[in-house]
């Protein structure tokens, strides 16, 4: 089966072949398992799909969320991928004590596919690699592509900047609310959702978020960050939280707004594969790390060591793309 | 006064001549406010300090078990340095609704310094930023030096890559045991603290994670991870966790063990730093995140324009440390 093949049984909904060519731009193939990963970012390009970041402490509900979103998205006829960056997400697999998550409802259905992204051995190239996950599952065709994340990292940072549209999930009774605000996730969530509301201490947690909300000064026309409230293990709360990310969007598609978040995505994209490859070009020497541990020499001496430099700060030629 | 009465005031406690060194390492400054960091790491070397991380969700309870410890470690007539690099941390100041932990206990203690590391434009740097401090403090003559951070992502990683011993602190109820586990904190953690175990849920939490500590094979004289319960805002526990800390330290003392953390924790740093300069040298170019968007060229492309090459990743010289 030649690639055109496998892309063209990957947009009928074949799993298989969806998944071949996502460990082909995943790992950047030259041709191993007979595909090279240029070749499919060749022939796989376009699409308009709503990127979905979705981000949430661990425990806070967020693959029963997801699987009640897919829900509602599945029946109003979308194609949903997701990729589960989150190394706790039971989509991740790995359970260690059994997974209380299953996505039977979904297991059989070919407008949904679900793909766990490793998390080892991408130091500095996660973002990377789900960015060209992301930009694969569009390029198929899906409608909707849902990146999950944990926490309030600079990878999420980095990953929420692939997402067209973010939503962080809190729930009651950890003073998640306040210390995620307090932690800057304001400025990455475009949609605030408070799961598990029928728990105590849910109406609190909506009202100190609406409280912070109306501290924030905005300018006339910028987005104003919605609080849904949702309880996803009983699928409630879903339609009004589709409705709101659904209202993101249309904001987003006035004037320049989407184009500037696609550029940023590619951005952001273009900066994780440079970085990637820089960490392997750039290596730190055993013999190095020994000599400052030893006091020979200090930190920043080694490091200019290691760019092979004595300070210059200047870039290489930039030489614009073709 | 001249650099080295600034040392020697910061070795005598002084905490505005801790907070002008500690500002110009993280800085890395060239004389910027008549201090130079180089000349800083020149004057401030050695130390032996316990560098303890601690890491945990939002609202497990980190501050008030800092608070707690240093009580402990004050007690034992030892000097102790923080560092909060969780931006969450009521250490970070920046209060929204006012923060519940105060550490007022501490506030006029010469022996206690508490210090919040800014994650503000340190993307990539902030292990970098930290680890200048941790030797700073060390230098100084601190006894123990506490890094506090948050979550479980990458940060995290890089950051507890500084430490003797990881905490890993969790608290009853979210699910927190498990899904940390799978989330591979198995592997930075050095000890597990189940907070508020006052809490319903706390035995099980203990006891899930004593189990799931069973089924991990482990080499003979490897290290086996205690699970300490605290109940931090009552100080209660406290005195085993100081002890199984300590614990940890003497395994560590023991054959290499400690001076291949110390290497470990020199390349966390080099590497840091080298990334940081990488950053600021490779650029991604507006126009080059532009053409990505609009499909004019793609992801790898674009980044090796940016990286000025046609694919080579052989490393430049890596001269030795003098």
Redesign the interface.
């Known amino acids: 089966m030649g690639l055109p093949d496998i892309v063209a049984a990957a947009r009928a909904g074949d799993r298989r072949a969806t998944a071949r060519l996502l460990t082909a731009v995943e790992n950047?193939t030259n041709g191993e398992n007979g595909i090279d990963?240029?070749e499919v970012?060749?022939l796989v390009?376009?699409g308009d799909a709503l990127i979905v970041g979705l981000t949430g402490?661990?425990?806070?509900g967020k693959s029963t969320l997801v699987s009640a979103l897919i829900a509602a998205w599945r029946e109003a006829g979308l194609r949903v991928g997701v990729l589960a960056v989150d190394?706790?997400s039971p989509f991740?697999g790995?359970?260690?004590?059994g997974d209380?998550v299953r996505m039977a409802d979904h297991a059989l259905d070919d407008g949904v596919y679900i793909r766990s992204v490793a998390?080892?051995g991408h130091?500095?190239g996660?973002a990377?690699t789900t960015?060209?996950g992301v930009?694969l599952l569009e390029g198929l065709g899906f409608d909707v592509v849902v990146v999950e994340t944990?926490?309030?990292?600079?990878?999420?940072v980095e990953i929420a900047s692939l997402a067209d549209t973010t939503l962080l999930l809190l729930?009651p009774?950890?003073?998640?609310g306040?210390?995620?605000?307090?932690?800057?996730v304001v400025e990455i969530a475009d949609v605030y959702v408070v799961n598990k509301a029928d728990r105590p201490g849910a109406d609190g947690a909506v009202r100190?978020l609406k409280?912070?909300m109306s501290?924030v000064r905005r300018e006339p026309g910028e987005w104003r960050q919605p609080v849904c409230t949702t309880v996803a293990a009983e699928s409630k709360g879903i339609d009004d939280l589709v409705a709101a990310i659904g209202k993101h969007r249309d904001w987003l598609a006035e004037g320049d707004r989407l184009?500037l978040k696609?550029?940023?995505?590619?951005?952001a994209?273009?900066?994780a594969?440079?970085?990637a490859?820089?960490?392997?070009?750039?290596?730190?020497?055993?013999?190095?790390?020994?000599?400052?541990?030893d006091?020979?020499?200090?930190?920043?001496?080694?490091?200019r060591?290691?760019?092979?430099d004595t300070g210059q700060?200047?870039?290489?030629?930039?030489?614009?793309?073709?």
């Open positions: 950047q990963a240029s970012a060749r390009t376009g402490s661990p425990g806070v190394p706790s991740s790995g359970a260690i004590l209380r998390t080892r130091l500095g996660l990377a960015g060209a930009r944990v926490g309030v990292g600079q990878a999420e729930a009774g950890m003073g998640d306040i210390q995620a605000v307090k932690a800057g100190d409280a912070m501290l184009a696609r550029r940023q995505r590619a951005a994209e273009i900066r594969r440079v970085d490859a820089l960490r392997e070009r750039y290596k730190v020497p055993e013999a190095l790390a020994e000599a400052v541990a006091g020979e020499t200090d930190v920043a001496s080694a490091a060591s290691v760019l092979g700060t200047s870039s290489p030629s930039h030489r614009a793309a073709s």
